[in-house]
Nanobody
Framework: VQLQASGGGLVQAGGSLRLSCAAS????????MGWFRQAPGKEREFVAA????????DYAESVKGRFTISRDNAKNSVYLQMNSLKPEDTAVYYC???????????????????WGQGTQVTVSS
């Protein structure tokens, strides 16, 4: 499956952005989805994940209560609504897909088989 992330940009602290990730496959509903981010000089880190049906979501502690992951299987898309953005949220954001069954966590890089190209999010103070 091919993934195309979009929606990044420059925003002031406290602002909001909505990232989108469009998948190429009509079998999109068969994939768990995740968002990761990588800031300059840092390792890529987990941000949020959602199961195939959307019934289970998971968030990194650093974004819990501010970010919301959702999906629309009819549109082959997953979204990341980011509110109350902070300068430390600045990073390249990647969406990823996995065809593995959810067994309690989708937090690791190696849980995912497919990655999008990334979209830059910059939060100014």
């Amino acid at each position: 499956v091919q993934l195309q992330a979009s929606g990044g940009g420059l925003v002031q602290a406290g602002g909001s952005l909505r990232l989108s990730c469009a998948a190429s496959r009509r079998t999109f509903s068969g994939y768990g989805m995740g968002w990761f981010r990588q800031a300059p000089g840092k390792e890529r880190e987990f941000v949020a994940a959602i199961t195939r049906s959307g019934s289970i979501t998971d968030y990194a502690e650093s974004v819990k209560g501010r970010f919301t992951i959702s999906r629309d299987n009819a549109k082959n898309s997953v979204y990341l609504q980011m509110n109350s953005l902070k300068p430390e949220d600045t990073a390249v954001y990647y969406c990823a897909a996995t065809d593995r069954y959810y067994i309690g966590s989708y937090r690791e890089d190696n849980d995912y088989d497919y990655w999008g190209q990334g979209t830059q999010v910059t939060v100014s103070s």
